[in-house]
Each structure stands twice: as C-alpha cells, then as structure tokens.
T-cell receptor
Framework: AQSVAQPEDQVNVAEGNPLTVKCTYS??????LFWYVQYPNRGLQFLLK??????LVKGSYGFEAEFNKSQTSFHLKKPSALVSDSALYFC???????????FGKGTTLSVSS | GAVVSQHPSRVICKSGTSVKIECRSL??????MFWYRQFPKQSLMLMAT?????????EQGVEKDKFLINHASLTLSTLTVTSAHPEDSSFYIC??????????????FGNGTRLTVT
C-alpha cells in the first residue's frame, strides 16, 4: 500500500529565510511524487512533480523539491520565503500512472514578516 | 491549461435532504475523475474513483448508497450525498487528469464544495 508522511503539522519561517517542508513516502513500485498547495476554502494547486530523471525538481512560484530514493523523501524547498507562501502544503504519491493520488496529512506553512 | 469546475462552492441543507455536487472538466475530456473528502485541518481522503459510463469504484469504508456517483459524460461527474446528516458536513473536492497531458500528469482539482448539514 502507498502512504505519505508529513511529520510536521506546522512550519514557521521568517520572510526571506529558506524553507523546507518535509515529506517521506512508501510505495511498492516506482514512486510518482507531487506537491500541492491549498489556500483556505479552495481546491489544490499543483506545484511540482517527480516522475523520473533529475532528483532536483523545480516548480511553480520558486519552489523546488529534492527526490532522495535512499531516504524515500521528497522535501519541498524554497530559498527565500514570502509571506504570500503561507498556506497548507500537501505531498502526494501514486505508484501507477493515471491513478488517484494518496495525500499526506498536510503541513501548514506560516511565513512571518 | 486544464480547468476543473466544481459547483456549488457552498451549500447548506437540512438533515435528511439530498445534495448534488457537480464536477466538470472544462477544456478536456476526463474518463476518470476522483472524489475526495477533507475534514477540518486534515488531509484529503479519497472517496471514490468515478469512471465514465460505468460504476464508480469506492474506497473501503465509503458507503456507496450514501454517496452516489454518476459519470454520465466525459466532462461531468456528480456526487450526490443522500439523506444527509450533520456528520456528512465536510469539504468535498473533485479532481481529474487531462489525458492529453500524459499519464503521469498531475491531477487538476476543483475549488471544492463546503457542505454544511443542519
């Protein structure tokens, strides 16, 4: 069975500082990994994905994520946080193309000015 | 880009009534759509996979007679919460994958429906 763990309920950073939101996964085959962001009472917006290839994936709004197979991790990063980055972030995985995504519990990112 | 439209965005209904939520893919055809439920400050739980022209596939623990899914066309899936009760109050979100973007493309999500049952 697939699963995703986001160990932090909340991450607090100051504006301008780098941020990391952690994610680890478990799948039986090759992982297809995704990050989404959710603003209050809204659906999810796609940020980036890892399918194959370079371990460092660049996405929307300056976010990037690093795939680490040995640690089964896919942490989301951004070099310089903005207050507008404050939102709920979800890591998700699927083990087969075209199937539903399984989500982590989400991490609330709070960026202070 | 692909857009998924969900309607209504908010609905308040009385206990015992039924509520229908629509999910439309606006610029692509979706043979498969996914319905999720999100509890406050919690993750998205997959409820069911909606398949165009056939029965939906429900996740374990989801009552198919309670949550009726119809996917009658390639651009529309509906979720009907039948005989709603206060415990059905939640945020329901649909999603779909644009097959034109490849099988590894991300899911596109609607903006969700906030259901409140009084």
């Amino acid at each position: 069975a697939q699963s995703v763990a986001q160990p932090e309920d909340q991450v607090n950073v100051a504006e301008g500082n780098p941020l990391t939101v952690k994610c680890t996964y478990s799948v039986s085959g090759n992982p297809y990994l995704f990050w989404y962001v959710q603003y209050p009472n809204r659906g999810l917006q796609f940020l980036l994905k890892y399918i194959t290839g370079d371990n460092l994936v660049k996405g929307s709004y300056g976010f990037e994520a690093e795939f680490n197979k040995s640690q089964t991790s896919f942490h989301l990063k951004k070099p310089s946080a903005l207050v507008s980055d404050s939102a709920l972030y979800f890591c998700a995985v699927r083990d087969q193309a075209g199937t539903a995504l399984i989500f982590g519990k989400g991490t609330t990112l709070s960026v202070s000015s | 880009g692909a857009v998924v439209s969900q309607h209504p965005s908010r609905v308040i209904c009385k206990s015992g009534t039924s509520v229908k939520i629509e999910c439309r893919s606006l610029d692509f055809q979706a043979t498969t759509m996914f319905w999720y439920r999100q509890f406050p400050k919690q993750s998205l739980m997959l409820m069911a996979t909606s398949n165009e022209g056939s029965k939906a596939t429900y996740e374990q623990g989801v009552e198919k007679d309670k949550f009726l899914i119809n996917h009658a066309s390639l651009t529309l899936s509906t979720l009907t919460v039948t005989s709603a009760h206060p415990e059905d109050s939640s945020f329901y979100i649909c999603s779909a994958q644009n097959p034109g973007q490849g099988t590894n493309s991300p899911l596109h999500f609607g903006n969700g429906t906030r259901l409140t049952v009084t």
